[in-house]
């Protein structure tokens, strides 16, 4: 695998406008196909984190952004985007580095490509939203008793300050949805990057300068540890927080905003469900590849629930076995490689525990299940298809995040959409059929965020996402995704 460098500002924090050197404990950002450090330096200190979040307060309160028109704050952050869009390729190395996504993947689209270019369409989208509405009551209400003239307008502010802790799978991607619609809408932000994979999101820093950002508007603190992502949630200066990342630490978000009543955002994990009709049983054979290579299974939306009918289900396994047999797995910077490892020895670890989980609860694992006998460094893990008998397995009920699937039989289609809805997680789910008015109503009965029905591919810039039950709450992307960072101010006026 090549050497990898970054320029000696690379890992500097960005608090009030300035890049500046961490004073807090050391952070090691370790490669995951190599399992050697490829940065080590001072993340935030604890008043490094204090001084980010007042410099972003100090910052909205004055009303050096919140204050500019629609327009003006589209400039910015066109320019923002425009310097990401001119460094895509040293932004590729960086995310293939810390992450260890191939680089010829086409992952690698949702890794860098997408929240650059439909970022624009973000922007057009909110330019286009009214920023006051009228509350339309009836002509005869407007005249009240003295004679006076009544209006009463719907006026959408920004927040405040947002907190946006982004998530280590897609770390541009998430910080980006986050980013682009919080300062568009008016509000100032501090970021922190998960700790597995700070590297590209501290080099926002620099779009944002190039940008010509006002001191504060955007704030970058990298940690070692959780401190940061912890104050950012109680801190009352903080007026919402938005969470990528895993149901159980959402759930703590939560609970820690609570005591402020901060707003929030929460895009969790998932254990989406692919439900595939009668009369498209052999598309199933490609959803194992789909799955597994698409970043080594780690996307919380990714089908790793697959139903096909009983009596296909055993040759539905072996096709998806042998669509497996060749993948090339290792080192994300050949352009042959079709799979990467998963980001840590840990997660790894997971992957093996939930494979054995699944046997013991009579699963059996149809193909790999191990690490790689060809690679004894990094954090791999063979792509995975597991035959589970119910929906009640382990492997069936939580979200492993790794290159693991699971195949089901259903008896009805009935059935198979009990199975679906028979999980604690909501955030996406497919329906695969030639009858599109069947797979439709199918799809309508699945308890989820999103559906896809015979597609995966929409513009994210337009199209919001987000999750029910501990899949998480509010939706990012898209017109709701932007209302999301403005609450309501009521104007009553009269002459």
């Known amino acids: 695998m090549p050497a990898f460098e970054l320029p000696p500002t690379a890992t500097r924090l960005f608090i009030g406008g300035e890049r500046v050197p961490g004073a807090g404990a050391p952070l090691i950002v370790r490669s995951p196909a190599t399992e050697q450090p490829i940065a080590e330096f001072a993340g935030a200190s604890s008043d490094q984190i204090d001084q980010a979040i007042q410099a972003a307060r100090d910052a909205f309160d004055s009303g050096v952004w919140s204050g500019l028109t629609p327009a003006a704050r589209g400039g910015y952050v066109r320019r923002l985007l425009g310097h990401l869009a001119e460094h ?27 929240p650059i270019s439909a970022s624009a369409g973000l922007i057009d989208i909110y330019q286009a939203l009214p920023e006051v509405e009228d509350h339309g009551q009836p002509l005869a209400e407007r005249i009240n008793h003295t004679g006076q003239l009544v209006q009463s307008l719907r006026r959408h502010a920004p927040v405040g300050v947002v907190a946006a802790i982004a998530a280590y799978n897609f770390p541009l991607f998430t910080a980006v949805w986050k980013i682009i619609p919080a300062l568009l809408t008016g509000n100032t932000v501090v970021l922190r990057p998960n700790p597995l994979t700070p590297l590209v999101t501290l080099a926002l820093a620099d779009a944002a300068l190039a940008a010509g950002l006002p001191a504060g508007v955007l704030n970058i603190v990298a940690e070692a540890g959780a401190d940061a992502a912890v104050r950012l949630t109680v801190d009352p200066r903080v007026d919402m927080v938005t969470f990528t990342g895993s149901n159980d630490v959402g759930a703590k978000v ?46 919380c939306v990714l089908g790793t629930r697959v139903f096909v009918p009983e009596a296909d289900k055993a040759r539905v396994m072996d096709a998806m076995a042998a669509s497996l047999s060749g993948v090339v797995i290792g080192d994300p910077t050949d352009p042959k490689t079709q799979m990467g490892p998963v980001i840590s020895a840990n997660q790894r670890a997971r992957c093996e525990r939930y494979t054995q989980l699944a046997v013991d609860a009579g699963g059996r694992v149809v193909c790999g299940g191990r690490r790689p006998a060809h690679l004894d460094k990094g954090f791999y893990f063979e792509p995975t298809v597991l035959d589970l008998p119910d929906n009640k397995n382990p492997a069936a009920q939580d979200e492993i995040f790794g290159p693991v699937i699971g195949v089901m039989g259903y008896q009805s289609l009935d059935h198979a959409v009990e199975m ?39 513009n994210p810039a337009y199209v919001s996402s987000g999750g029910w039950g501990r899949s998480g709450y509010g939706r990012e992307r898209g017109a709701e995704g932007l209302r999301i960072y403005q609450q309501v101010q009521v104007l009553n006026l009269a002459n």
């Open 420 to 458: 679906a809805n028979d999980t604690v997680f909501g955030l996406s789910g497919y329906v695969h059929g030639k009858d599109l008015k069947t797979a439709t109503a199918i799809a309508q009965r699945l308890r989820t965020g999103t559906v896809n029905v015979n597609t995966g591919a929409t």
């Open 254 to 299: 939560m609970e820690q905003a609570a005591g402020t009543l901060k707003r929030i955002q929460l895009e969790l994990g998932g254990k989406s469900a692919q439900i595939y009709l009668p009369d498209s049983v052999e598309r199933a054979a490609s959803a194992a590849a789909g799955v597994c290579l698409a970043h080594a299974g780690q996307g």
């Open 88 to 114: 895509k390729a040293a932004l590729k190395e960086i995310i293939v580095a810390e992450t260890g996504c191939p680089t010829s993947s086409p992952v690698m689209m949702a890794q860098l490509d997408s």
